[in-house]
């Protein structure tokens, strides 16, 4: 008996162990590597038929993302009850796998267990999530008044946020209405649908918020955040002072409006202020100055942030490489490249697309295939920004190498993809191939051809001389052209002097009431370039009329991580007077290489002397003459300009690159161009 009793007794402690093993809410790490152990006590114990104790094993599985190991664990139940099907369904849903909650719900009524109000509120998430499908939400809301279940706290806000998702809020209304009880939540909740929907109903919102009886942090960061979707910054900055218990969120929350539309000197002012800061805010500023092109204070900030040991993310570095690429900072780029390796940060697509962007839009192309090949993985964007950087750099056959590379190994190409090819053809004239590639996009890839599309053939056929063709292209296209188009073709036209398709594409550049006075600049010229002087007089009296001016041209050159930038017959710089003696020395030795300056794109009511002199301080020009006396002899010197390159300075930076032994590498509007002992990389065709 004394033996019985004792066996008794270690099966009571047994028993009892295991329920409080299993009814620990915080495991430590070291209990959570024995949960197949645990899974063996437990059967030890007999208590794998349990309802309690199986239900509270599957919540530590689900806990630690076990859930094919807790599917196993309750199939060896002979019978189950709602506990732990609950549990199950649970637990899934919280490890992101709808689907499997879902039919472990329609299972659990198979099986004629009925669902209780622990059940709905999982299932109502889980369809919302599986689905996206309102009418089986609705089945469920359907099922809980055919039970004659009374909707709960937890239930009424489960349907609340699923009809919100819907932008149903009117049943979202109704259902708020008729809970018995409500909480700060399900107040939260409405709030929430309100402030998300499609446009938005903000004034409904603000009436939720006002009569709500207690108002937590998420409520205020809600309302906030809805007066910041929608621009007016003065009534969230009131309710941010306003609100109570402010947490780094709502910090966050105010510092996106201000950055999306309280202007870049009040960001700045806020985030300054801000107690405390982490990668989200650094983000938001630095993604701000970016967007804004102030890439120098984009790059001091990301600075700063080091400085204050605030390890950036993948977001951070791909902004900052945003605005190298912008400005052509291959320094910077470079450093930030051996940043990321030095830290060991992964170089997944994102990062090593952006790095890719970088380097090809700062003229490097092999170290742009060098980030490329090194990726683990190459998604169509990789692959985009790889045959944009050929065809942007002139390398014409490598961007339709790869291409044909990509297609080979099934990655299929899009939109983008066919811009970058499109224009690879047309940097390098070659018609046949265009239209072979054009008319293979709906033929052999699927892909509806868009404005840019036709945009690129009739680039393509306006700088092969193909004029006529061009205009009938337009002509003929499905889609109205729009301003690209028709300027793809003015451009062409002052390539080759065709002043007559010339009118036919400027009259249609003012129907459609253009603001770049560039067009009509261009107009001007070909109708100088014409001696047409009557026409190109009232192309000026237009210009007058309507206010508008050719956009004025500027260039950065970035000189040890810094970017300077210059814009025509500026003086601002603080090595202005060396610039301006660097520019008289250009001048006198372009004239001993007998360079003889193209005035054909200064406007006609300048004397010789004057255009001449106008041409000398160009933008492009004055970046090049601060490279030359910035630099180490024999440096690159590399140059970013917001406008086409015009012909003077694409003559006369030729020469430069030979009388001072320099590689020059611009990037205009459209391409690049590396010159190199007296001639260039687009060989004059461009």
Not at 96 to 109: E, I, L, Q, T
Not at 667 to 681: E, I, Q, T, V
């Amino acid at each position: 008996m004394a033996l019985l009793k004792r066996i008794a007794d270690q099966e009571r402690t047994q028993k009892h162990l295991t329920l409080s093993l299993l009814n620990k809410q915080h495991l430590p790490i070291s209990f959570k590597q024995h949960l197949i152990p645990l899974h063996a006590h437990l059967i030890k114990s007999g208590l794998q038929q349990s309802d309690f104790s199986v239900g509270n094993f599957i919540s530590q599985c689900a806990a630690l993302g076990k859930m094919c190991y807790a599917n196993k664990v309750f199939d060896e139940m002979l019978q189950p009850n709602s506990f732990v099907w609950n549990t199950m369904i649970r637990g899934y849903q919280q490890n992101h796998d709808p689907s499997n909650a879902v039919a472990f719900f329609n299972r659990m009524r198979a099986q004629g267990i009925s669902p209780d109000h622990f059940t709905f509120p999982f299932v109502i998430r889980a369809y919302a999530a599986a689905s996206n499908d309102l009418v089986k939400g609705q089945w469920v809301h359907g099922q809980l008044i055919k039970m004659r279940l009374e909707i709960d706290v937890f239930v009424g806000t489960s349907l609340i946020e699923f009809y919100g998702g819907f932008g149903e809020m009117g049943m979202v209304r109704k259902v708020f209405d008729e809970m018995p009880v409500r909480d700060t939540v399900s107040w939260t909740a409405v709030l929430s649908g309100y402030v998300n929907q499609l446009c938005g109903d903000i004034e409904a919102a603000r009436l939720v918020f006002d009569e709500m009886p207690v108002k937590d942090g998420i409520a205020w960061n809600t309302m906030i955040a809805g007066y910041v979707r929608i621009g007016d910054i003065g009534v969230a900055r009131s309710l941010f002072d306003e609100a109570c218990g402010k947490d780094l969120l709502t910090y966050n929350i105010l510092l996106g409006g201000y950055a999306k539309y309280g202007g870049l000197e009040a960001m700045l002012q806020f985030f300054n202020e801000m107690p405390e800061r982490d990668v989200v805010s650094w983000n938001t500023v630095i993604g701000g100055l970016v967007q804004n092109k102030r890439t120098n204070e984009a790059i001091a900030l990301f600075h700063r942030m080091q400085r204050e040991k605030v390890m950036p993310n993948s977001v951070t570095l791909v902004s900052i490489l945003i605005a190298c690429a912008q400005v052509g900072a291959l320094d910077v780029g470079t450093w930030l490249h051996a940043f990321i390796d030095k830290n060991q940060i992964d170089l997944d697509t994102m990062v090593g697309t952006a790095l890719v962007d970088m380097y090809s839009k700062c003229g490097a192309l092999d170290c742009a295939l060098s980030v490329f090949d090194s990726m683990a993985s190459q998604d169509v964007v990789a692959w985009n920004a790889m045959i944009m950087g050929f065809s942007m750099n002139g390398k014409s056959k490598n961007a339709l190498e790869f291409f044909k590379q990509m297609r080979d190994q099934d990655i299929k190409p899009d939109e983008v993809t066919m811009i970058g090819v499109l224009c690879a053809c047309s940097h390098a004239g070659l018609v046949n191939e265009g239209w072979k590639i054009f008319h293979s996009m709906q033929q052999e890839l699927d892909i509806t051809p868009k404005i840019e599309h036709y945009g690129c053939m009739v680039d393509l056929l306006g700088r092969a001389g193909l004029l006529d063709e061009a205009y009938e292209f337009i002509q003929s296209m499905p889609i109205a052209p729009h301003t690209g188009v028709w300027g793809a073709l003015l451009n062409a036209c002052k390539v080759h002097g065709n002043v007559d398709i010339a009118e036919h594409a400027i009259k249609h550049l003012i129907e459609l009431d253009i603001e770049d006075g560039g067009y009509l600049a261009t107009m001007s010229n070909i109708y100088a370039n014409a001696g047409k002087w009557g026409n190109l007089a009232k192309m000026r009296e237009l210009m007058r009329e309507k206010g508008i001016n050719k956009l004025p041209g500027c260039s950065s050159i970035e000189i040890n991580g810094v970017i300077h930038e210059f814009g025509v017959e500026q003086k601002i710089h603080p090595r202005t007077k060396e610039i301006y003696e660097m520019i008289e020395e250009i001048s006198k030795q372009l004239q001993r290489a007998g360079h003889i300056a193209s005035k054909t794109e200064v406007f006609f009511d300048l004397e010789d002397e004057e255009k001449e002199k106008a041409l000398f301080y160009h933008s492009e020009k004055l970046a090049i003459a601060f490279g030359l006396i910035a630099t180490d002899k024999g440096a690159t010197i590399r140059v970013v300009k917001n406008l086409r390159v015009c012909v003077d300075c694409h003559s006369a930076i030729k020469i430069i690159s030979k009388i001072f032994n320099r590689l020059i590498v611009v990037r205009d509007r459209s391409r690049f161009h590396h010159f190199k002992n007296g001639s260039c990389s687009c060989e004059d065709y461009w």
